[in-house]
């Protein structure tokens, strides 16, 4: 079945540690984002991609990289820039333009920094 | 700025119950969703609307662009409608290939 695969699903780090989220997708989407959700605010983006080897920066993407070296995956590492990388994390993909698509969600990913 | 706001912010009814969620936008959009966010964290793409009415199942979404208000609908609720629903909206003057607004979110919880 299609779909997207965020790993791993709970993560703890140590403070001033990078970690790496992954995010895989077999949808052939060509956009893929990630999301920041924390408690009593509306999901804020991260960074999107609309093509290989191409990214954008969101809202918040401060502390955060981004790589897309293949159309699949599209993998988030928080580093220790982020000053409260404690969060979950939602990565998605779509179709290039929105209008014309859905937009499909992973299960996520809950860091928490120790 | 493009707010989204969601009312209400939490929602308890009874099993059976006809359930609506309103969500108002402040500016001119393309698209609106409806996502569902279960308990574990995983969002489901309920519906995309631009304009008129969309009906899956016993979920139906209206919108109505001049005044920039949508509401989600369930009807005969059941438990497992238990949830956060999420509008999100995409503005006209875009903003990126993104270029979602996401409200806060309205929690359902639908009791036996």
């Known amino acids: 079945d299609g779909g997207i695969t965020q790993s791993p699903k709970y993560l703890f780090r140590k403070e001033g540690q990078n970690v790496t989220l992954s995010c895989e997708q077999n949808?052939?989407?060509?956009?893929m984002y990630w999301y920041r959700q924390d408690p009593g605010q509306g999901l804020r983006l991260i960074y999107y991609?609309?093509?290989?080897?191409?990214?954008q920066k969101g809202d918040i993407a401060e502390g955060y990289s981004v790589s897309r070296e293949k159309k699949e995956s599209f993998p988030l590492t928080v580093t220790s820039a982020q000053k409260n990388p404690t969060a979950f994390y939602l990565c998605?993909?779509?179709?290039?333009?929105?209008?014309?698509?859905?937009?499909?969600f992973g299960e996520g990913s809950r860091l928490t920094v120790l | 700025k493009n707010e989204v706001e969601q009312s209400p912010q939490n929602l308890t009814a009874q099993e059976g119950e006809f359930i609506t969620i309103n969500c108002s936008y402040s500016?001119?959009?393309?698209?609106l969703h409806w996502l569902q966010q279960h308990p574990g964290g995983g969002i489901v793409s309920l519906f995309m609307l631009s304009s008129g009415k969309k009906k899956h199942g016993r979920l139906i979404a209206t919108i109505n662009i001049q005044e920039k208000h949508s509401s989600l609908h369930i009807t005969a609720s059941h438990p497992r409608d238990s949830a956060v629903y999420i509008c999100a909206v995409r503005p006209v003057s875009g903003g990126g290939a993104d270029g979602l607004t996401f409200g806060k979110g309205t929690h359902l919880i639908i009791q036996p």
């Open positions: 500016v001119g959009i393309s698209a």
């Open positions: 991609s609309q093509i290989v080897n191409d990214f």
């Open positions: 949808l052939n989407h060509d956009a």
């Open positions: 998605a993909s779509s179709f290039r333009e929105l209008n014309t698509g859905e937009l499909f």
